[in-house]
């Protein structure tokens, strides 16, 4: 049915930048939200930010604040996450995610549907 692909991550140095992209398939795809999420060696995955579909509303973690965009392309079904001065602690396994229920949520459980993640690791 529906999949999202992601693509963009690699290896930086702190400070650096890097442009992640999640495409969905299919003409009907219609999320309220996709979001964001990360994942590193031994940690829970953690709620990074998320854009409601419709009016472009975002939320981003504390932690990246000031530092990393989302957005959206409806036209194509892509969202992206431009990540700037980037720090060792960014490092990890980034996943896209959507939901289709209505309200924003920052819990993993809410996305019904998941990318494959991609690897971001940040120097120091």
């Known amino acids: 049915q529906v999949q999202l692909v992601e693509s963009g991550g690699g290896l930086v140095q702190a400070g650096g930048s890097l442009r992640l992209s999640c495409a969905a398939s299919?003409?009907?795809?219609?999320?309220?939200?996709m979001g964001w999420f990360r994942q590193a060696p031994g940690k829970e995955r953690e709620f990074v930010t998320v854009?409601?579909?419709?009016?472009?509303?975002?939320r981003y973690v504390d932690s990246v604040k000031g530092r990393f965009t989302i957005s959206r392309d409806t036209r194509k079904n892509t969202v992206y996450l431009q990540m700037n001065s980037l720090k060792p602690e960014d490092t990890a396994v980034y996943y896209c995610?959507?939901?289709?229920?209505?309200?924003?949520?920052?819990?993993?459980?809410?996305?019904?549907?998941w990318g494959q993640g991609t690897q971001v690791t940040v120097s120091s």
């Open positions: 995610a959507a939901r289709e229920g209505v309200g924003l949520r920052f819990n993993s459980a809410h996305y019904g549907y």
């Open positions: 299919g003409r009907t795809f219609s999320p309220y939200a």
């Open positions: 854009i409601v579909w419709s009016d472009g509303d975002t």
